[in-house]
């Protein structure tokens, strides 16, 4: 018989309960959601990571996908390939993030049909110099690090982002019994905001509104918002909004030029073709779709005549097609303190400011560190350099010359340790010019860093030079304009009844048909 000594016997409700638990928190925490600092959610800053590791920044040569996604995979992140290289094309589709964090070569799919890309074999990719932004800080003892999955190597927890990333590309993502949908924003719009926050503590909503419009996709299809319903998305983190197709008239033709983000061209056509067989549409006579590389959306409508008023006809279409979508807003992100949290705009760049003087403070820190290790070793060289001699004949007479070395000199080991690395032509005077040139280039930098840290107000300045040079290197221009109403509209029965001669047949039997 088994022995059952050390087994414990719990309820099916209470196990059920700890492993629902268990499970919506890992996926709350581990997969759906963003991280404030970065802006990136688990599987997104592995696929990076694994990027920058094989060397593939933005001045690299492109590398197949496959490299990274089987990197990310077997060192970083235990699940499909699929998903993994989902993830990846979706930080290269221009169309999808406003600023692409991978640089792709091959098919990387089209706004009409995102899922349309390349077999990661026959792709290849790199990192964008944007992505930079997110990595470059990681080596300098910025963030803290985690083993990966099975021990074997260590993975960042977190990247230090020099930028509020979350705002500028947006994220949407389904956990357990909550969900994410962030839309993406001007970065110069944003910068500006960010340095208004951390120069004025006390800032009020309003003040950031007048810098912020709304929210910026990456083509000029126009989005449909009031004060009011931009007001309630950054006021309490939820709201709506829409967004509109950009079109123009030329004669008797409507073209479009940019559609709403994530709406399809071709489902357009058909949810427009449809109309016209049902003839709820009769002053439309043709629609193509005349979209090539260089103008990847061109939609083409052509109307009876160019008296008809083509703004009537898009007020419709708008109402009755994907001309027109609506987009939820939920910044929901996890916060410093490792949960889920829906945040106003206002609460999300404080804390992301936090987040920045936390990393930067780090950076510094750890550069003091190297800069005080090397001053010492340098202190220890210099004392040697005044009786070269003395040492000179303690290495070639004494059996334990790093004892003697300390004694006579009164130095540490690591000082004598580099003092018995030298080598003979590092003897000449020239060299002891470089060390002396050298320790007050470091002497300089040590009292330039120490002066940032004891002051809140030089970290401050140094965050606000650091994101002008970013808005100088990466500003654009916003794309989206801002409308504060639609008057999309279905066309009544009687505006869409035609003018045309008929035929009337009268049968009879007493029937009668129109022809």
Request: proline share 4%; aromatic share 6%.
């Amino acid at each position: 018989m088994k022995d059952q000594s050390n087994t414990n016997s719990i309820s099916l409700k209470q196990y059920a309960e700890e492993s629902y638990l268990n499970y919506a928190m890992y996926v709350i925490l581990d997969r759906a959601l963003p991280n404030i600092g970065d802006g990136l959610k688990p599987v997104q800053r592995r696929i990076l990571y694994a990027m920058s590791e094989l060397g593939l920044d933005a001045g690299s040569k492109y590398k197949k996908s496959a490299r990274t996604v089987g990197d990310v995979i077997g060192k970083f992140h235990p699940h499909g390939d699929s998903a993994a290289y989902e993830a990846m094309v979706l930080m290269a589709q221009n169309f999808s993030f406003k600023y692409p964090l991978v640089d792709g070569q091959g098919n990387w799919g089209s706004q009409d049909d995102p899922k349309s890309f390349a077999a990661m074999r026959y792709t290849e990719s790199k990192l964008t110099k944007f992505a930079d932004l997110l990595i470059s800080e990681l080596k300098s003892g910025t963030v803290d690090w985690q083993p990966n999955f099975d021990g074997s190597l260590l993975e960042p927890v977190i990247f230090p982002a020099k930028l509020p990333s979350i705002l500028l590309n947006g994220a949407s993502g389904i956990a357990v019994g909550m969900a994410t949908d962030i839309p993406s924003h001007n970065i110069n719009e944003v910068i500006d905001a960010t340095i208004y926050v951390l120069e004025n503590p006390k800032a009020v909503l309003k003040d950031l509104l007048k810098i912020i419009k709304g929210p910026d996709f990456s083509n000029e299809a126009p989005i449909v918002a009031s004060n009011n319903e931009l007001e309630e998305i950054y006021s309490c983190g939820r709201g709506g909004f829409k967004a509109q197709a950009n079109w123009i008239q030329e004669k008797n033709e409507i073209i479009i030029n940019a559609l709403p983000y994530q709406a399809s061209g071709s489902k357009v056509l058909e949810q427009i073709a449809d109309q016209m067989l049902k003839k709820k549409v009769p002053m439309i006579v043709d629609i193509t779709d005349e979209g090539d590389h260089e103008e990847p959306v061109r939609l083409v409508i052509t109307l009876k005549s160019n008296r008809i008023n083509a703004e009537d006809v898009m007020n419709h279409l708008f109402a009755s097609t994907d001309l027109q979508k609506n987009y939820r807003a939920n910044i929901n992100l996890i916060s410093l303190k490792g949960g889920p949290k829906v945040f106003s705009l206002l609460d999300l760049l404080k804390e992301w400011i936090v987040f920045r003087k936390s990393t930067v403070t780090r950076k510094l820190e750890h550069r003091l560190d190297q800069v005080n290790d090397r001053l010492h070793i340098l202190e220890g060289l210099l004392i040697v350099y005044l009786d070269l001699d003395k040492v000179i004949k303690i290495i070639r007479e004494s059996d334990e010359p790093k004892k003697e070395i300390v004694k006579a000199f009164k130095l540490s080991d690591i000082q004598v340790n580099s003092i018995l690395e030298i080598r003979l032509r590092q003897l000449a005077k020239l060299e002891q010019i470089k060390l002396e040139q050298e320790r007050d280039f470091l002497l300089e930098e040590q009292d330039e860093i120490e002066k940032i840290l004891n002051s809140k107000t030089r970290l401050k300045t140094l965050i606000k030079k650091e994101l002008l040079e970013i808005k100088d290197k990466f500003g654009d221009e916003r794309r989206s304009p801002i409308k504060e109403s639609s008057e999309a509209k279905i066309f009544s029965e009687e505006e869409t009844l035609v003018t045309e001669p008929i035929t009337v047949i009268l049968s009879k039997a007493g029937w009668i048909r129109s022809a």
